[in-house]
T-cell receptor
Framework: RKEVEQDPGPFNVPEGATVAFNCTYS??????FFWYRQDCRKEPKLLMS???SGNEDGRFTAQLNRASQYISLLIRDSKLSDSATYLC???????????FGAGTQVVVTP | ETGVTQTPRHLVMGMTNKKSLKCEQHLGHNAMYWYKQSAKKPLELMFVYSLEERVENNSVPSRFSPECPNSSHLFLHLHTLQPEDSALYLCASSQEYGMDTEAFFGQGTRLTVV
């Protein structure tokens, strides 16, 4: 089983719609979770950290479900500029080694 | 301007060539990383340096050789590469290694081995 798994997509989303996707992780001892965004042919950039209680940043909401070992990202009122690949990142050991998922591609269409 | 700068942005090299990738960070971070990103695959951690000492080497072939002369600079020396080594090589830095801190990435070097 992969340490971090994501649906590769693409998720084709009409502008203004809501899209949500999950990421599962295998190490139940993982403590830190992040969502990074990577635009085509660009470097990954931190979108948001994921906290145990869930957190929101504008149109983006991240949730953590420890019992089922997954995190989720929800994007409301999608913009064309939200088109990107969203990388799930999980720390996999006590040293905080970060494991990246392969990414979920989101395409927002007019 | 990104806090992590990589050069060159693109590199085409033959299998018998020797080249080096350079990474420089202006953020005062103590940890620096090399990642490999192949199409449709997760980022693969290659090397980690913390305070200029290598702390992790994830079974990377010896044809990749890292060098960290100081906390601001990181190199990846390449020699006798294979076509399957063609990928995007990303450098990153973070305040500390092993802490819950954000990793900042450079724009990457897109390497093609012919």
């Amino acid at each position: 089983r992969k340490e971090v798994e994501q649906d590769p997509g693409p998720f084709n989303v009409p502008e203004g719609a809501t899209v949500a996707f999950n990421c599962t992780y295998s190490n139940s001892a993982s403590q830190s979770f992040f969502w990074y965004r990577q635009d085509c042919r660009k470097e990954p950039k931190l979108l948001m950290s994921v906290y145990s209680s869930g957190n929101e940043d504008g149109r983006f909401t991240a949730q953590l479900n420890r019992a089922s070992q997954y995190i989720s990202l929800l994007i409301r009122d999608s913009k064309l500029s939200d088109s990107a690949t969203y990388l799930c990142v999980v720390n996999t050991d006590s040293w905080g080694k970060l494991q990246f998922g392969a990414g979920t591609q989101v395409v927002v269409t007019p | 301007e990104t806090g992590v700068t990589q050069t060159p942005r693109h590199l085409v090299m033959g299998m018998t060539n020797k080249k080096s990738l350079k990474c420089e960070q202006h953020l005062g971070h103590n940890a620096m990383y090399w990642y490999k990103q192949s199409a449709k695959k997760p980022l693969e951690l290659m090397f980690v340096y913390s305070l200029e000492e290598r702390v992790e080497n994830n079974s990377v072939p010896s044809r990749f050789s890292p060098e960290c002369p100081n906390s601001s600079h990181l190199f990846l020396h390449l020699h006798t590469l294979q076509p399957e080594d063609s990928a995007l090589y990303l450098c990153a830095s973070s305040q500390e290694y092993g802490m819950d801190t954000e990793a900042f990435f450079g724009q990457g070097t897109r390497l093609t081995v012919v």
